[in-house]
């Protein structure tokens, strides 16, 4: 069965450091999403993508957060000069399409990627 | 009112007890309801999408209450397997992206 993954599983990092989450979505898949979960919290919205270009992104995804397709595969979340409330579970997810008549397609979630900022 | 709101539980029930839980929304342009499930730090997986008329899968039945803005959930026979996060998950308007609520606890006890 097709999958979403994501690398690597877990990252610790020093406040202020560079980090850059990587995804491959299921390969016949057209949208593109990251959310994160801050630990005993929700699963919350960052940005979704498509068409090689941010479609939607959230208060959260601020100038702190970019993403990019750098190739035919991945799909990548760079968090710059990280803060300590950076610290989640930041998921990519995929969707085959956006289903017609203004409903949304269903995600499919990679296992995750454990950020900890010290 | 908070977008996607859900009764956060936990709900601790016996093996075979049937439970339901329920969920609301805010926006009456939603047109897309799902139910996650979420294992302990782990992704949400999708359980079943929520369809108008409802629909059944096994032991799950999820019903769409658009007049009064809320979807439903319903668990027969309950498993140790089925504890977990049940997750409430709607677009609130048009195309926009999912919104997640913060999920109801389930533990399923022998």
């Known amino acids: 069965e097709p999958e979403v993954t994501q690398t690597p599983s877990h990252q610790v990092t020093q406040m202020g450091q560079e980090v850059i989450l990587r995804c491959v979505p299921i390969?016949?898949?057209?949208?593109f999403y990251w959310y994160r979960q801050i630990l005993g919290q929700k699963v919350e919205f960052l940005v979704s993508f498509y068409n090689n270009e941010i479609s939607e992104k959230s208060e959260i995804f601020d100038d702190q957060f970019s993403v990019e397709r750098p190739d035919g595969s991945n799909f990548t979340l760079k968090i710059r000069s990280t803060k300590l409330e950076d610290s989640a579970m930041y998921f990519c997810?995929?969707?085959?399409?956006?289903?017609?008549?203004?409903?949304?397609?269903?995600?499919?979630f990679g296992e995750g990627s454990r950020l900890t900022v010290l | 009112r908070k977008e996607v709101e859900q009764d956060p539980g936990p709900f601790n029930v016996p093996e075979g007890a049937t439970v339901a839980f329920n969920c609301t929304y805010s926006?009456?342009?939603?047109?897309?309801f799902f139910w996650y499930r979420q294992d302990c730090r782990k992704e949400p997986k999708l359980l079943m999408s929520?369809?108008?008329s409802g629909n059944e899968d096994g032991r799950f039945t999820a019903q769409l209450n658009r007049a009064s803005q809320y979807i439903s959930l319903l668990i027969r026979d309950s498993k140790l397997s089925d504890s977990a996060t049940y997750l409430c998950v709607v677009n609130i308007a048009g195309n926009t992206p999912l919104v997640f609520g913060k999920g109801t606890r389930l533990s399923v006890i022998a």
């Open positions: 997810a995929s969707s085959e399409a956006r289903a017609q008549r203004g409903r949304t397609g269903e995600l499919f």
């Open positions: 929520v369809y108008s």
């Open positions: 926006n009456s342009a939603s047109q897309s």
């Open positions: 390969s016949n898949h057209l949208y």
